[in-house]
């Protein structure tokens, strides 16, 4: 008897070891697995690229969630005999690393200007590194069976290409454009941000309304209305029939009397107050689609840095919350205010990473145009190449309820903006000719060009003249819409950067199996893959989106700083285990399910493992001079129990080809503790104790065990794997005991058959 075994099972003192050994044997790269003939040269390949966490700190129980379902599905299929790869790497983030680097050296009272780009940006790759590190090392602790010789960053050198690369070809094809559009300006960090970076918080506040003319207008923000000189009515409305669509009429304001223009559309909500509106253009989305469709003017009345411009007159220069009631006031006093309700809610947009309040702004930014025909592509635009791919069934998305909510988003998507004003990320590709020409001898400089899209500063033809480069850098979501193929070689072919005798990654991993994010960010990231995929490589990027949900606390809210409700999954795992931690997540949470995180049911599946190996234990001591050639003699008795594990074990197989893994994993855990532990093991005592049938016992003992171990692998790896160990060196020192005994074609559990035979499907011992 092994000794490890004569001790009660010790998560913390055997899961570094086993993980070293894993990552020592190689396996986790399929290339390995192919060269020692554990994997077929031609097998089916089966690939995940990890989404990829911020490189801003460490990973919390969500990541945890992904990393072991995702771990899940690839020992499984690594199991089944397939070519099975797991990429790993992380995300730049730019906006929230740049963020958490400018906040500690404020605290060094220093300020990202005092130190300039160069200074700053060396502060960031260092932070950026330190934190990949501890990243990768919780990856280690969950278990995580990542192929590290393939580990990507998306910013590192590679992914800098294949970002400049997609840039060109997006801007020579015409769907990536420089214009005015409104976007989302966070005043408070000074860049453009993403919906996906904008927090909505309900925020009690006022709601006012005023007389414009002849009609009653209500409005949270008034500051915004300086400028407002169109009034938006619905076209059926029989209140105001007999206004018309362009009439004008002279209405005192806030500065004095304007002119306003009745404009009729069918966007405005009847129902909602009185069914009348004034818009503000430049400050809103909705408005400035109103004035784009009809060709109205649009004036700016805040700045950048959230303070009223000259148009507001005396209140110019003010910040909005300075001048709110002081403007209301003056209002008042013209007889324009008619009441206010105290009693307001509001969902008010904030920057995500810095706190600030969202003030919508028209800018120069850089674009993709999401509805430009592209003939490359047989002239569909980017949004049919979203949408085509899940429509066909080329793409399946679980839960399959979040199609309907994809195809709404894509068909009302707006033109992507992709520049952002901080200094940290993929800075834009674009150059810009100096406004002079320095006269260069001989030359015509009639055909100098104003803009040059390259990955290298360029050098005019035609002039002395140098090229300035674009200050902005790109939207993270177009570096990692690339994720699927920037992590498989693209655009690299294969006499360039690819590994000695390897067979090209792209050719044989692309599209990738199955892609695991939480449900938030369908639309933000799942939706870039499938348009960067879609329009650079003509393929899908994945054939199946698993969406997971949102891990709660045992009240049902979201972890958070300010709540103090965190769980760090590293401390879980140090007091209970990977496998505990990798259990309670799995069982019972379905795809885009909320579940509530309970530290009990970590001590739980706990205990299971304590139960796992308490039955090894007595298993190995049973059969220890079991000897017997072939196949198994069973009794009747015995005979039903083997054929119900080979029925089980077929019904999880094809649940496991449904993703149902929290299904599987709940089956398992009973079968185990109720069915074997509770009812075969203690049926084979007393066989064994009495001599009756007593090698038929240990025979099914013996398979029971190790086939359970096989199909427990993927979601407890390290308890199976240790176990798996302990039994080879026990067969090593046994020669008699053969049956149901590991093999050790390998030596590692990680690279055993499954035990069902997918191509004469039906269980194999």
Not at 279 to 291: G, K, Q, R, V
Not at 304 to 320: C, D
Not at 434 to 446: F, L, N, R, W
Request: charged share 30%.
């Amino acid at each position: 008897m092994d000794e490890k075994l004569l001790k009660p099972y010790n998560a913390k003192d055997t899961e570094d070891r086993i993980y070293q050994l894993w990552e020592e044997s190689g396996f986790f790269n399929p290339d390995v697995c192919v060269s020692k003939g554990i994997i077929k040269k031609d097998a089916e390949a089966f690939s995940i690229v990890l989404p990829p966490p911020n490189a801003t700190g460490v990973l919390h129980l969500g990541h945890a969630l992904e990393d072991s379902m995702q771990d899940t599905m690839i020992r499984f299929n690594r199991m089944r005999g397939k070519k099975t790869l797991w990429v790993p790497g992380t995300d730049h983030a730019a906006i929230a690393t740049d963020s958490k680097v400018t906040k500690m050296l404020e605290k060094e009272g220093l300020k990202k200007k005092d130190i300039g780009r160069e200074k700053f940006l060396e502060r960031v790759d260092k932070f950026v590194a330190d934190s990949r590190k501890t990243i990768q090392g919780q990856l280690r602790k969950m278990g995580a069976s990542l192929d590290w010789s393939r580990e990507a960053f998306t910013l590192d050198k590679k992914r800098n290409t294949a970002v400049n690369t997609a840039f060109k070809k997006m801007y020579e094809d015409g769907l990536i454009y420089r214009g005015h559009r409104i976007v989302n300006w966070d005043p408070k960090g000074q860049t453009v941000i993403s919906d996906d970076e904008t927090i909505y918080q309900e925020q009690k506040g006022k709601f006012y309304t005023f007389k414009y003319g002849p009609f009653e207008i209500g409005t949270a923000r008034p500051e915004t209305k300086f400028g407002d000189k169109y009034v938006v009515m619905h076209p059926d409305d029989k209140r105001y029939a007999k206004y018309k669509h362009g009439d004008k009429m002279t209405v005192e304001w806030i500065n004095g009397p304007i002119e306003a223009t009745v404009i009729k559309d069918e966007i405005i909500d009847m129902e909602f107050g009185t069914g009348v509106m004034t818009i503000t253009p430049w400050h809103s989305h909705e408005d400035f689609a109103l004035a784009e469709k009809y060709k109205l003017d649009k004036e700016q009345i805040i700045d950048r840095y959230g303070k009223l411009l000259p148009v507001a007159e005396e209140f110019s220069g003010m910040k909005i919350s300075d001048a709110r009631e002081k403007i209301v006031e003056k209002l008042k006093e013209k007889g324009l205010l008619v009441s206010i309700d105290e009693n307001y809610v509001n969902r008010v947009a904030t920057a995500e990473r810095t706190g600030g309040i969202i003030e919508p702004q028209i800018m120069e930014q850089w674009f993709v145009d999401v509805n430009k025909s592209i003939p490359s592509r047989e002239n569909k635009s980017l949004k049919e190449l979203m949408l085509e791919p899940v429509r066909d069934g080329k793409i399946k998305i679980l839960p399959e309820h979040f199609e309907k909510i994809y195809y709404n988003w894509i068909e009302n998507l707006r033109d992507w903006c992709i520049s952002r004003q901080i200094w940290y990320g993929h800075r834009i590709p674009v150059w810009y000719h100096e406004p002079k020409c320095i006269t260069k001898e001989g030359a015509d400089m009639t055909k100098c060009e104003n803009v040059v899209v390259s990955d290298v500063e360029p050098a005019c033809e035609h002039c002395n003249s140098k090229f300035v480069q674009d200050e902005d850098t790109l939207d993270t979501w177009f570096s990692s819409g690339l994720w699927s193929f920037s992590t498989l070689d693209w655009p690299f072919d294969s006499a360039q950067d690819l590994r000695p005798n390897e067979t090209k990654d792209l050719k044989t991993f692309h599209p990738t199996s199955v892609i695991n994010p939480g449900y938030e960010i369908l639309f933000f990231w799942v939706a870039r893959m499938i348009l960067m995929s879609q329009y650079l490589l003509g393929e899908i990027p994945f054939k199946t989106v698993y969406l997971h949900g949102m891990l709660r606390d045992a009240k049902g809210q979201k972890f958070s700083k300010s709540l103090g409700n965190g769980a760090d999954p590293i401390e879980i795992i140090n007091e209970y285990g990977a496998d505990a931690l990798r259990m309670s997540l799995i069982v019972g949470i379905g795809p885009g399910m909320d579940s509530k995180f309970d530290i009990q049911k970590v001590k739980a599946y706990s205990k299971f493992a304590n139960k796992l190996w308490n039955a090894t234990r007595f298993v190995l001591e049973q059969t220890k001079d079991f000897n017997t050639q072939g196949s198994p003699v069973y009794d009747e008795e015995d005979k039903k129990s083997d054929e119900e594990l080979e029925a089980l074990i077929e019904e999880i197989t094809k649940e496991m080809d449904e993703y149902k893994f929290y299904i599987v994993s709940e089956k398992l855990y009973h079968y185990f503790w109720h069915t074997f532990a509770d009812i075969i093991i203690e049926r084979s005592k007393k066989k064994i104790l009495e001599n009756k049938n007593a090698d038929s016992a240990k025979a099914l003992l013996l398979n029971h065990l190790t086939t359970l171990l096989k199909a427990l692998h993927p979601f407890m790896p390290f308890i199976t794997e240790e176990i798996w160990q302990i039994m080879l060196k026990s067969r090593r020192s046994n020669s008699k005991s053969e049956v149901g005994t590991p093999t050790e074609t390998s030596g590692m559990l990680m690279v055993e058959t499954w035990p069902f035979d997918f191509a004469q499907d039906k269980p194999q011992k």
